[in-house]
Protein backbone atom coordinates (compact mmCIF):
# COMPACT_ATOMS: atom_id res chain seq x y z
CA UNK A 1 0.00 0.00 0.00
CA UNK A 2 1.39 3.61 -0.81
CA UNK A 3 0.22 6.81 0.45
CA UNK A 4 0.87 10.07 -0.58
CA UNK A 5 0.68 13.31 1.05
CA UNK A 6 2.08 16.79 1.05
CA UNK A 7 -0.32 17.94 -1.99
CA UNK A 8 -1.93 21.55 -1.43
CA UNK A 9 -2.69 24.90 -2.92
CA UNK A 10 0.00 27.49 -4.09
CA UNK A 11 1.03 30.23 -6.49
CA UNK A 12 3.02 30.42 -9.45
CA UNK A 13 6.70 30.13 -8.38
CA UNK A 14 6.21 28.09 -5.36
CA UNK A 15 7.20 24.73 -3.94
CA UNK A 16 5.28 22.11 -2.38
CA UNK A 17 6.99 18.80 -1.34
CA UNK A 18 4.97 15.50 -1.54
CA UNK A 19 5.75 12.14 0.57
CA UNK A 20 4.86 8.74 -0.06
CA UNK A 21 4.82 5.80 2.37
CA UNK A 22 5.43 2.55 0.79
CA UNK A 23 3.89 -0.21 3.18
CA UNK A 24 5.10 -3.85 3.11
CA UNK A 25 8.74 -5.48 2.32
CA UNK A 26 10.87 -5.14 0.00
CA UNK A 27 10.75 -1.12 -0.49
CA UNK A 28 14.75 -1.06 -0.40
CA UNK A 29 15.28 -3.33 -3.65
CA UNK A 30 12.36 -1.43 -5.98
CA UNK A 31 12.88 1.53 -8.17
CA UNK A 32 9.96 3.81 -7.35
CA UNK A 33 8.83 7.47 -8.70
CA UNK A 34 6.20 9.80 -9.49
CA UNK A 35 3.62 10.21 -12.72
CA UNK A 36 0.91 12.80 -12.74
CA UNK A 37 -2.42 13.56 -14.13
CA UNK A 38 -4.16 16.41 -14.89
CA UNK A 39 -8.04 16.45 -15.62
CA UNK A 40 -8.78 16.01 -18.88
CA UNK A 41 -5.15 15.05 -19.74
CA UNK A 42 -3.38 11.95 -20.59
CA UNK A 43 -1.12 10.79 -17.56
CA UNK A 44 2.81 11.91 -17.39
CA UNK A 45 5.31 10.20 -15.97
CA UNK A 46 7.25 12.33 -13.93
CA UNK A 47 10.56 10.94 -12.28
CA UNK A 48 11.78 7.45 -10.84
CA UNK A 49 14.38 6.72 -8.66
CA UNK A 50 16.39 2.89 -8.58
CA UNK A 51 17.12 1.27 -5.07
CA UNK A 52 20.71 3.04 -5.41
CA UNK A 53 19.57 6.33 -5.48
CA UNK A 54 19.62 7.03 -9.63
CA UNK A 55 17.20 9.46 -10.98
CA UNK A 56 15.46 9.92 -14.01
CA UNK A 57 13.30 12.78 -14.92
CA UNK A 58 11.12 13.76 -18.00
CA UNK A 59 11.93 16.96 -19.62
CA UNK A 60 9.44 19.50 -17.52
CA UNK A 61 10.78 18.09 -14.23
CA UNK A 62 14.34 18.44 -14.52
CA UNK A 63 15.78 21.04 -12.78
CA UNK A 64 12.19 21.59 -11.05
CA UNK A 65 11.96 18.75 -9.42
CA UNK A 66 14.21 16.46 -7.31
CA UNK A 67 13.09 12.87 -6.26
CA UNK A 68 14.59 10.96 -3.44
CA UNK A 69 14.18 8.25 -1.04
CA UNK A 70 14.79 7.05 2.40
CA UNK A 71 14.79 3.35 2.13
CA UNK A 72 15.39 2.57 6.20
CA UNK A 73 11.66 4.27 6.58
CA UNK A 74 10.27 3.64 2.97
CA UNK A 75 9.72 6.77 2.12
CA UNK A 76 9.74 8.45 -0.68
CA UNK A 77 10.03 12.32 -2.00
CA UNK A 78 9.34 14.44 -4.78
CA UNK A 79 10.74 18.25 -4.31
CA UNK A 80 8.91 20.66 -6.46
CA UNK A 81 9.98 23.75 -7.07
CA UNK A 82 9.26 27.00 -9.32
CA UNK A 83 5.67 25.42 -9.84
CA UNK A 84 3.10 27.08 -12.60
CA UNK A 85 -0.13 26.25 -13.59
CA UNK A 86 0.63 23.48 -15.81
CA UNK A 87 1.63 21.68 -13.03
CA UNK A 88 -1.63 21.30 -11.33
CA UNK A 89 -2.67 17.46 -11.15
CA UNK A 90 -3.07 14.86 -8.91
CA UNK A 91 0.23 13.45 -8.62
CA UNK A 92 0.90 9.46 -7.92
CA UNK A 93 3.45 7.31 -6.57
CA UNK A 94 3.95 3.79 -7.69
CA UNK A 95 6.10 1.09 -7.60
CA UNK A 96 7.66 -0.60 -10.87
CA UNK A 97 7.12 -4.26 -11.22
CA UNK A 98 9.52 -6.76 -10.95
CA UNK A 99 9.28 -10.97 -11.18
CA UNK A 100 8.66 -10.73 -7.61
CA UNK A 101 6.25 -7.71 -6.62
CA UNK A 102 3.46 -6.37 -9.53
CA UNK A 103 2.78 -2.63 -9.89
CA UNK A 104 1.52 -0.47 -6.91
CA UNK A 105 0.31 3.03 -6.59
CA UNK A 106 -1.25 5.04 -4.33
CA UNK A 107 -4.36 7.62 -4.26
CA UNK A 108 -3.02 10.30 -5.34
CA UNK A 109 -2.48 13.79 -3.64
CA UNK A 110 -3.91 16.57 -5.34
CA UNK A 111 -1.24 19.65 -6.79
CA UNK A 112 -3.18 22.89 -7.65
CA UNK A 113 -0.92 26.05 -8.68
CA UNK A 114 -2.70 29.32 -9.09
CA UNK A 115 -1.91 32.30 -11.47
Known amino acids: QLVESGGGLVHTGGSLRLACVVH????????VGWYRQATGRQREWVAN???????NYTDFAKGRFTISRVNAVHMLYLQMNNLNPEDTAVYYC???????????RGQGTQVTVSS
Open 24 to 31: GSGFNLLT
Open 49 to 55: ITPDGNT
Open 94 to 104: YTEPTTWSPYY
